[in-house]
C-alpha cells in the first residue's frame, strides 16, 4: 500500500489521535476571537469576507455617493466602451445607450440585489429553522406534518412557482422577497429538524426535561445555540441560491422592474446590445459572480471553522484544505 | 503463481512449520502533530497449524501490525521498515499490484465487525465467489457453487437458498461465519483474524473459536489471532506476543507466559482477571493508562505505570531478550536481541525449532520475586 | 415490490395534487383574461359572452371541480390564445423538452461519475482541487448569463455556433452546456464524497485483501454503494432542471415546455399553463418513482422484506 492517499478523515480512526489540537494550537475551544484568527489563516476565506464587506458597504453607502449619476442621461457619452478614464472617472465601466454610468447603475443595483436577497434569507431562516427546530423537538405528527409540507413545496420547480405567483400579486420587491423566502423555508426546515430531532435525544436534554424545563425553554437554551452554526452556514450558502433567483426572476422580466436596477435585470437590459456594447451584459454577471463566489467560499470555510470536530483541519500547519461546497446540504 | 497456489492446499504446509516470520516490522502514522511511530521493532512467528495470539489493550498496535501484514493499511499509515517473510517471500518488499496475487491464496484476514466488512450492496454468493473469480478465473455460475461450498464449510445452514441473501438478512454470527468462509475461501497458509469475536454474544463466540480452529487443523494454516481477551489467548492460542506501546513486550509459548510472565505489564494483565477472588475482595487493575502514541517516553514503554520502574528504565529502552524457562537468578543475561533467523539456523532442526521465551525488561529475572 | 411501489407512489402523489390545486387557484388571481383578449373598445355585454363561454362566470369552486372532471378524462379545455386544445399542445411542446433535460442528465451523471471517481481517488490531489474549483463555479455562475457570454463569445465572436433555434447539433451545444452546469456541479461533490466515504470502509480493505485490484475496488465494490446517494440527489436536481429549461429555453428560443409556460403565463392562457404544469408535474413524479426503483435494485436493504424471508 504505498497508494498516497492523503484524506486527513482518516485520522479521526486511528489510535492516539484522537485528542484534537483545538485546544492546544489556539489557546481557547470556543469564542469568536478564536474564530475570527481561524478566518485570517485561510487566504480564500478571509479575501471572500473582505470582498463581501466591500460589496455590503458598497450596497449600503455607495448609491449616496453616486448621487444621480445612474439616472443621468447624456446622450453624448452614449455606448462608451470601459477601461478608459477619457470621459472620466465615471466611464471607467463604460456607458449605455442612454449615456448613463455603467460604473454608477452597477453601484445602485448593488443595493437593490441586496436588498431583495438580505431579508429573503433572514426570513427563511428565521421560518424554516424555528418551525424546523419545534418539528424535530416534538417529533410525532408535527413532524410527519412539516415534513410533507416541505416536500411538496421542494418538489415543484421554486422558478415556476415564483414566475406564477409573482404575475399574480404584481412583481414588487417585497412580493420577491416573500416568494423567494417561502421557497426556501424547506431547506432551513429540513435541516433543523433533522438537527433538533438528534438532539432532542440526547442526555442534556432529556436532564433539561428532567428538571421540568418547558419545552419552549429547553428550544431556546439547549436546542438552537447547537443549531445555529450550522443553521447560519446554510444561511450563507442560501444567500448565493436567493441572489442567483432573484437575478433569473429579474432577467425573465417578472423580478425588479424598471425603472428600478437590479444585476439580473442589467444583464437582461444589455442583452440587445451584445454586438454592440457586450459590457452592459458582462459586468453585472460578473458582479453577480464574485458575490456568490465569494459567498460560497465563505459558507464551505464556515461550515468546517463551526463543527468542532472538523476545525483542528484548519489548524493545519501546511497542507491547506481546498474549501469545498458541502455534500450533505441536498439530503433531506 | 500456480505452483505456489498448488502447493498451498491443505495438508501441504508441515505441521508446526513457520508460514510466517515477521521481523523489525514498523509503521508510521502521519498525523497533523508530526508523524508517530504506531508499531516499533515487532518480531514474531506464526506456525502452520498453530495460533498465534496478538495480545494488547486497544490503541497497543496490534490491529495496526495486522493490517500491516495483510497490506491493507489506511491511507495515513506508512510501513517504516521491517520484513514480512510468507512462506518465503517478502511482502513487505512487493508492489501493491504483486501483493494482489497473495491477497487471497497466501494469506486471508477477518475482520471484528462483519456487518461493515460485508459490501451491503451484494449477495453473500457474490462476494464468497468473488475470490474464485478474481485469482481462478471462474465464470459467475462456478464461483457461486464454490459459495455454497464454502457456506457448508462454515456451517451456514440451507446455504443453496441462503447464497442469494444480502449481508444485512444474516444474524452476526452467521455474518462472522461468512466472513471466515471469505478469508478461508483458497485455503490461505495464513490466516489472520482481527478480533473475530468481540462484537459478538458470549455463546456465539465459543462457536466462532471452534470454528477457527476446525478450519485451522483442516488446512494446517497459521492463524494470527488479535485480541484483548485473555481468556481467548489461554484457550486457543498456542503462542503469545504480548502488545503494549507499539512494542512487543514479551513472547513465547501461552502456557509459559501466563504461568511465569516475565514482563510486569504482562504481570499486571494476568493478575487484573478476577480468578480465585473472594467476593468482596479488591479487585487488581493497572494504574494509569496506555501513553499517548506522540509521547511514547525514551526509555521502556511501561515506564509510567510500572510498579518496578528504576532510573535504567526512564534511560534506557529494554531489547526483547530470551528469558530462561525457569528463573534462575545467577545465569548472565544474553545480550543478544532476538533474531528469530540467527536462532532457528542454530537448532538442528531448523524450522522447526521454536525461539523459547523473551521479554523487554530489564528486571525480567527478578519479576516473580517482587 | 409491488407494495412498496404502491406506498411510494401514494407518498409522492400529494404533492402533485396540491401542485394542481395550487396552480390552478393561483391562474385564476391573475385576472380576468377577457381584458386580454377582447378588443379596447368590447362592450361589457361582449366581455360577460367571453367570460361565461369559457366558464370564468361560475364560483371558482365549481370551476376546479369541472377542471378536475376535466383532468380525469385528460381534458384541459382550449387555448384561449389559439384555441388549440391545451393538452395537445402541452404534449406537442414536451418532447423537446424532455430531449433537452434527458441528454442534459445523462451527460451530467456520466461526467460526473467520472471525475468524482477521479477526484475520490486522491483527496486533495489535482483532480480534487479541479473538481471542487468546477462545481464551485457551478454553484456560484448564473445560468442565464452563462448563456448569454456562451453566445457572445461562441454565437457572436466566432461565430461557430447559432444563437437560437433546434435546427442541426450546433444549436444543442450551449443550451446543453448552460443546462449541465449546475447539475454536473452538485454530483461531482456527491459522488465524489460517497466515493471517498466508500472507499474506508472495511468492506473495500476486505476486498483488497480477497486479492481485489484498483480498478476492480473502484468500479465494482465503491461505485456501486456511492451510485445510491447520486440517484436520490438526481430526483432534486431534476427538479431544478426545470427552472433551467425556462431559463434556457427563453434564451435559446428553445420550442419547449419551459417556454410554453411562461409564454402562457405572461397571456394569461390558464388552460395552457395547467395542461403544461401537470405534465410537469406528473414527469417529476413518475421520474421519482423511478429513481425510487432504481435505488431499490442498486442498495438491497431499502427493499421492502418480502416473501422470501
Redesign the interface.
Known amino acids: 500500500m504505498t497508494s498516497s492517499l492523503t484524506e486527513p478523515a482518516a485520522q479521526d480512526q486511528l489510535p492516539g489521535t484522537e485528542n484534537r489540537p483545538s485546544g492546544k494550537g489556539n489557546g481557547s475551544q470556543d469564542g469568536n476571537p478564536n474564530l475570527f484568527r481561524l478566518l485570517l489563516k485561510d487566504r480564500f476565506a478571509t479575501v471572500s469576507a473582505v470582498l463581501l464587506v466591500l460589496i455590503g458597504l458598497t450596497a449600503v453607502i455607495g448609491p449616496a455617493l453616486m448621487g444621480d449619476l445612474a439616472t443621468k442621461q447624456n446622450l453624448l457619452f452614449a455606448n462608451k466602451a470601459p477601461f478608459s478614464l477619457a470621459h472620466g472617472w465615471e466611464y471607467v465601466l463604460g456607458s449605455d445607450s442612454l449615456g448613463r454610468s455603467m460604473l454608477a447603475r452597477l453601484v445602485v443595483a448593488s443595493r437593490t440585489t441586496f436588498s431583495v436577497a438580505v431579508p429573503a434569507v433572514a426570513v427563511a431562516l428565521a421560518v424554516g429553522s424555528l418551525w424546523g427546530v419545534w418539528a424535530g423537538y416534538h417529533r410525532g405528527w408535527r413532524e410527519n406534518v412539516s415534513m410533507r409540507i416541505a416536500d411538496v413545496i421542494m418538489s415543484f420547480p421554486s422558478l415556476l412557482l415564483a414566475v406564477v405567483v409573482l404575475y399574480v400579486f404584481s412583481p414588487s420587491a417585497g412580493n420577491i422577497v416573500l416568494i423567494l423566502a417561502l421557497t426556501r423555508i424547506p431547506i432551513y426546515l429540513r435541516t433543523a429538524r433533522a438537527e433538533s430531532a438528534e438532539l432532542q435525544s440526547r442526555t442534556f436534554v432529556d436532564a433539561a426535561r428532567t428538571f421540568g424545563a418547558r419545552p419552549n425553554a429547553i428550544i431556546g437554551r439547549h436546542v438552537i445555540p447547537v443549531v445555529l452554526p450550522t443553521l447560519l452556514t446554510l444561511a450563507t450558502l442560501e444567500f448565493c441560491y436567493v441572489m442567483l433567483a432573484e437575478s433569473s426572476l429579474s432577467f425573465l422580466g417578472i423580478g425588479i422592474q424598471p425603472p428600478d436596477v437590479s444585476w439580473g435585470l442589467m444583464v437582461s437590459q444589455g442583452r440587445q446590445y451584445l454586438q454592440t456594447a457586450w459590457w452592459l451584459s458582462i459586468f453585472p454577471g460578473v458582479a453577480i459572480v464574485v458575490t456568490t463566489i465569494a459567498a460560497n467560499v465563505l459558507a464551505a470555510w464556515l461550515r468546517i471553522a463551526t463543527d468542532p470536530a472538523q476545525r483542528w483541519r484548519l489548524a493545519l500547519p501546511r497542507k491547506r484544505l481546498i474549501a469545498r461546497i458541502p455534500v450533505k446540504e441536498a439530503k433531506p | 503463481m500456480k505452483t505456489a497456489a498448488q502447493s498451498v492446499l491443505p495438508g501441504q504446509s508441515r505441521a508446526h512449520e513457520v508460514v510466517l516470520s515477521v521481523r523489525a516490522l514498523a509503521v508510521d502514522?502521519?498525523?497533523?502533530?508530526g508523524t508517530?511511530r504506531?508499531v516499533n521493532d515487532v518480531n514474531f512467528e506464526a506456525r502452520a497449524g498453530e495460533t498465534l495470539a496478538l495480545l494488547g489493550e486497544?490503541?497497543c498496535?496490534k490491529s495496526?501490525t495486522a493490517?500491516a501484514l495483510?497490506?491493507?493499511?489506511?491511507?495515513?499509515?506508512d510501513?517504516a521498515g521491517g520484513e514480512v517473510v510468507l512462506n518465503g517471500t517478502d511482502l513487505a518488499a512487493l508492489?501493491?499490484?504483486e501483493r494482489?496475487?497473495?491477497?487471497?491464496?497466501e494469506?486471508?484476514?477477518v475482520?471484528q465487525?462483519a456487518l461493515?466488512?460485508?459490501?451491503?450492496?451484494?449477495?453473500v454468493g457474490t462476494q464468497l465467489g468473488?475470490?474464485f473469480r478474481?485469482?481462478r478465473g471462474l465464470g459467475a455460475k462456478e464461483a457461486k457453487v464454490q459459495a455454497i461450498e464454502l457456506m457448508e464449510r462454515v456451517g451456514i445452514p440451507e446455504p443453496e437458498s441462503r447464497v442469494n441473501?444480502?449481508p444485512?438478512?444474516f444474524s452476526g454470527g452467521m455474518r462472522q461465519r461468512i466472513?471466515i468462509a471469505?478469508?478461508v475461501?483458497l485455503n490461505p497458509r495464513l490466516l489472520i483474524a482481527d478480533e473475530p469475536t468481540t462484537a459478538l454474544d458470549v455463546t456465539v463466540q465459543a462457536q466462532i473459536m471452534q470454528l477457527l480452529r476446525k478450519l485451522r487443523e483442516e488446512g494446517q494454516m497459521a492463524v494470527v489471532l488479535i485480541t484483548h481477551d485473555l481468556a481467548v489467548v489461554a484457550e486457543e492460542a498456542d503462542s503469545v506476543a504480548v502488545m503494549y506501546a507499539g512494542n512487543v513486550v514479551e513472547c513465547g509459548p501461552v502456557s509459559e507466559v501466563f504461568s511465569d510472565p516475565r514482563h510486569p505489564y504482562t504481570k499486571g494483565l494476568l493478575e487484573s482477571v478476577p480468578v480465585h477472588v473472594g467476593r468482596g475482595a479488591r479487585l487488581l487493575s493497572i494504574a494509569g493508562s496506555p501513553p499517548?502514541?506522540?509521547d511514547i517516553p525514551a526509555g521502556c514503554v511501561y515506564q509510567s505505570r510500572c510498579p518496578l520502574v528504576q532510573d535504567i528504565c526512564r534511560s534506557e529502552r529494554p531489547q526483547l531478550l530470551p528469558v530462561t524457562d525457569r528463573p534462575v537468578n545467577d545465569r548472565p543475561v544474553d545480550d543478544r536481541p532476538v533474531d528469530l533467523q540467527d536462532d532457528a539456523d542454530d537448532y538442528a532442526g531448523a524450522l522447526l525449532s521454536r525461539p523459547g521465551r523473551a521479554a523487554a525488561c530489564h528486571f525480567s529475572e527478578e519479576i516473580n520475586n517482587v | 415490490m409491488l407494495i412498496y411501489l404502491r406506498k411510494r407512489i401514494v407518498s409522492s402523489a400529494l404533492p402533485l395534487v396540491v401542485v394542481i390545486v395550487g396552480v390552478f387557484a393561483l391562474a385564476r388571481m391573475t385576472g380576468n383574461p377577457a381584458a386580454l383578449y377582447l378588443p379596447l373598445n368590447a362592450t361589457q355585454q361582449m366581455r360577460d359572452e367571453f367570460t361565461a363561454r369559457n366558464g370564468l362566470d361560475q364560483p371558482l369552486l365549481v370551476q376546479m371541480a369541472d377542471y378536475f372532471g376535466g383532468v380525469l378524462r385528460l381534458d384541459f379545455g382550449q387555448s384561449l390564445r389559439t384555441g388549440q386544445d391545451a393538452a395537445a399542445m402541452a404534449l406537442r411542446a414536451f418532447p423537446a423538452t424532455l430531449q433537452l433535460a434527458a441528454t442534459t442528465m445523462v451527460l451530467a451523471v456520466l461526467l460526473a461519475l467520472v471525475v468524482g471517481c477521479w477526484a475520490a481517488l486522491k483527496p486533495n490531489g489535482v483532480a480534487d482541487r479541479i473538481s471542487s474549483f468546477v462545481s464551485m463555479a457551478a454553484a456560484s455562475i448564473p445560468d442565464f448569463w452563462l448563456a448569454i457570454v456562451g453566445i457572445w463569445v461562441f454565437a457572436i465572436t466566432l461565430g461557430w455556433l447559432p444563437t437560437s433555434g433546434v435546427s442541426g447539433a450546433g444549436a444543442w451545444v450551449l443550451p446543453i452546456a448552460t443546462l449541465l452546469l449546475r447539475p454536473f456541479g452538485v454530483l461531482v461533490q456527491i459522488v465524489r464524497g460517497s466515493m471517498v466515504s466508500a472507499l474506508s470502509e472495511p468492506y473495500i480493505k476486505l476486498a483488497r485483501s480477497r486479492g481485489a485490484g484498483e480498478l476492480r475496488v473502484v468500479t465494482h465494490h465503491a461505485l456501486r454503494n456511492a451510485a445510491a446517494p447520486a440517484l436520490t440527489v438526481a430526483g432534486d436536481l431534476t427538479v431544478g432542471l426545470v427552472n433551467g429549461a425556462v431559463v434556457v429555453e427563453t434564451i435559446f428560443g428553445w420550442p419547449g415546455i419551459g417556454k410554453l409556460m411562461i409564454d402562457s403565463i405572461l397571456q394569461r392562457d390558464f388552460a395552457v399553463l395547467q395542461a403544461a404544469v401537470l405534465l410537469t408535474a406528473v414527469a417529476i413524479f413518475a421520474l421519482n418513482i423511478l429513481i425510487d426503483m432504481g435505488y431499490a435494485l442498486l442498495d438491497a436493504r431499502v427493499r421492502p422484506v418480502t416473501a422470501r424471508a
Open positions: 502514522i502521519r498525523t497533523h502533530r508517530v504506531a486497544s490503541g498496535g495496526m493490517k495483510a497490506g491493507i493499511m489506511d491511507p495515513v499509515c510501513l508492489t501493491p499490484k494482489l496475487k497473495f491477497a487471497g491464496p494469506l486471508g484476514i475482520f465487525d461493515t466488512a460485508l459490501n451491503p450492496v451484494y449477495t468473488e475470490a478474481i485469482h441473501s444480502y444485512h438478512q466472513l471469505m478469508a475461501a499517548e502514541l506522540h
